[in-house]
């Protein structure tokens, strides 16, 4: 038997959809007591960092809030986010928020403890993310169901040296969360056009990380019991937003997608990586534009078995792993357009004219590293012109 790769042992996580009201009882079980809540102003508005507030009982004390997180986080926002956190003398982070929030506390929680910059510390160089100090304590309060952070060891951050800007990528085992609160009643306050991007994202982390080749069969577990989730629960939201069980069960379906990153993405993920550090687009609305597309790319190199587990998983008859893989695009396709979203990536703002930097950047990011099939500008080149 071939060896695994990488697997994080999961984390404390209360998933109940009156969850967010077990927050001081978590902190206290932690050990934690003066934390600093990190969230967007979004998140701010429709109310959950007061009823956070009131919950720790210290309702009121905005030196307590940082809420300054961008849909893509950014490298300036992350440190005064820490100066913040320092100024508070805080002894954790509590991120209630989508994935960009939740990136952003992670990044904070690592630069408590490490010199900045945060380029210095990109886990695509040779000596990796590295953690060598303890770090600040950290519970994540998702409040969309998509991106998975709360159980996962990553962080994206926008940095920009000089004119070029990418993404940065901090990760480690101990950067996961040191607990999650999903509360899937937080999410009914999400724009509809933003939840149906967010799982979009589930979907398409479900795809990439049962097509990628690396062998781990505890998460390809897990991300075969989430894919069916998500095919029969995603095409009911529009008309049943607010259905607590739709809602749970997306819930569930990003927590367990977030549990497969163990077995890589794709490069769906390289594409809207790249593409989301130079455009102000929706992480998940991007890869919705991308996923059919990289399926049919993809088509004649996925691991054997993987067309027809990816069509019986979102419920259609395969007789053939290629006839699957053109079953489940066409499905996609399907479910872009029931939900009314822009099909295209011309439609989400992307300039043509930045391909070549888009294709670039694609190229530094990791997730393609594990997509089925190997990648260079060619093909890479090939994916942005069939998506755009
Ligand atoms: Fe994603």
Not at 31 to 47: E, F, K, Y
Not at 63 to 82: H, I, Y
Not at 243 to 250: I, S, Y
Not at 288 to 313: K, Q
């Amino acid at each position: 038997m071939k060896g695994l790769y990488k697997f994080t042992v999961p984390i404390p996580i209360v998933f109940d959809s009156t969850g967010l009201g077990r927050l001081k009882d978590v902190l206290g079980e932690l050990g934690m007591s003066r934390p600093l809540i990190v969230a967007d102003r979004n998140i701010r508005q429709a109310g959950f960092v007061d009823t956070a507030l009131e919950l720790l009982e210290v309702h009121g004390d905005a030196s307590r809030v940082f809420d300054g997180v961008s849909s893509n986080p950014r490298e300036d926002e992350v440190l005064r986010c820490l100066e913040l956190f320092r100024n508070a003398e805080a002894d954790s982070l509590i991120a209630i928020g989508g994935g960009s929030v939740i990136d952003a506390a992670k990044a904070v929680r690592f630069l408590a403890a490490h010199d900045p910059p945060i380029t210095d510390h990109d886990h695509r160089q040779p000596s990796g993310t590295r953690v060598l100090r303890d770090l600040p304590g950290m519970i994540a309060v998702p409040t969309t169901a998509g991106s998975g952070s709360e159980v996962s060891r990553g962080a994206l951050i926008t940095t920009k040296r000089g004119d070029v800007i990418r993404k940065t990528l901090i990760a480690h085992y101990r950067l996961v969360p040191s607990a999650a609160i999903v509360d899937s009643s937080l999410t009914y306050r999400c724009p509809m056009r933003i939840a149906y991007g967010c799982a979009m994202d589930i979907l398409t982390h479900l795809i990439e990380e049962l097509s990628s080749p690396v062998f781990h069969p505890i998460v390809s577990g897990v991300a075969a019991q989430a894919l069916p989730r998500v095919a029969e629960y995603l095409p009911l939201l529009p008309d049943h937003e607010q259905d607590p069980n739709v809602r749970a069960e997306l819930s569930l379906a990003s927590l367990m997608a977030g549990m497969g990153f163990e077995k890589g993405l794709g490069v769906v993920h390289s594409l809207s990586h790249a593409i989301g550090a130079l455009v102000d687009a929706h992480h998940g609305l991007l890869n919705a534009a991308i996923l059919p597309h990289a399926i049919r790319f993809n088509r004649a190199h996925c691991p054997v078995g993987t067309g027809r587990i990816l069509a019986a998983g979102v419920g259609l008859d395969a007789t053939s792993d290629a006839q699957g893989l053109d079953a489940l695009a066409a499905w996609v396709d399907a479910l872009v357009s029931r939900l009314g979203i822009p099909p295209r990536l011309r439609d989400l703002g992307v300039p043509e004219d930045r391909e070549n930097e888009i294709v670039s950047r694609a190229l530094e990011d990791h997730c393609h590293l594990t997509n089925p099939r190997p990648c260079g500008e060619r093909e890479m080149r090939q994916l942005f012109q069939a998506a755009w």
